[in-house]
């Protein structure tokens, strides 16, 4: 049974910094390109960042500069490292695990950028 969970969200002040981790089991996690998405309400779900299996990083341009994405194929976990939240940021944060025709998703885990 294939799991992605993710852990790390909560409410920060804008500006601040926050690092959310997805935990992988039931696949060959070093296979896989990992993805953060996020979805704010009355938005579709957009892709953040995502990292293939061998390391190459990509962003969406709205956070280049201020995320990080890295993995840890020893722990099946990857990261998105986030700072100079902005209140823009606020949506649910998801992981994505893809390998060829299979996909899958975590349940996500809310992050909001408010003082």
């Known amino acids: 049974q294939v799991q992605l969970v993710e852990s790390g969200g909560g409410l920060v002040q804008p500006g601040?910094?926050?690092t959310l981790s997805c935990e992988a089991s039931g696949i060959?996690?070093?296979?896989?390109?990992?993805?953060?998405?996020?979805?704010?309400?009355?938005?579709?779900?957009?892709?953040?960042?995502?990292?293939?299996?061998?390391?190459?990083?990509?962003?969406?341009?709205?956070?280049?500069?201020?995320?990080?994405?890295?993995?840890?194929?020893?722990?099946?976990?990857?990261?998105?490292?986030?700072?100079?939240?902005?209140?823009e940021d606020t949506a649910v944060y998801y992981c994505n695990a893809k390998w060829l025709s299979l996909d899958y998703w975590g349940k996500g885990t809310l992050v909001t950028v408010s003082s």
Not at 60 to 86: C, E, H, P, W
Request: aromatic residues 12%; without cysteine.
């Open 28 to 87: 060959t996690f070093s296979r896989y390109a990992m993805g953060w998405y996020r979805q704010a309400p009355g938005k579709q779900r957009e892709l953040v960042a995502n990292i293939t299996s061998g390391r190459t990083a990509n962003y969406v341009d709205s956070v280049k500069g201020r995320f990080t994405i890295s993995r840890d194929n020893a722990k099946n976990t990857v990261y998105l490292q986030m700072s100079s939240l902005k209140p």
């Open 16 to 18: 601040g910094s926050l």
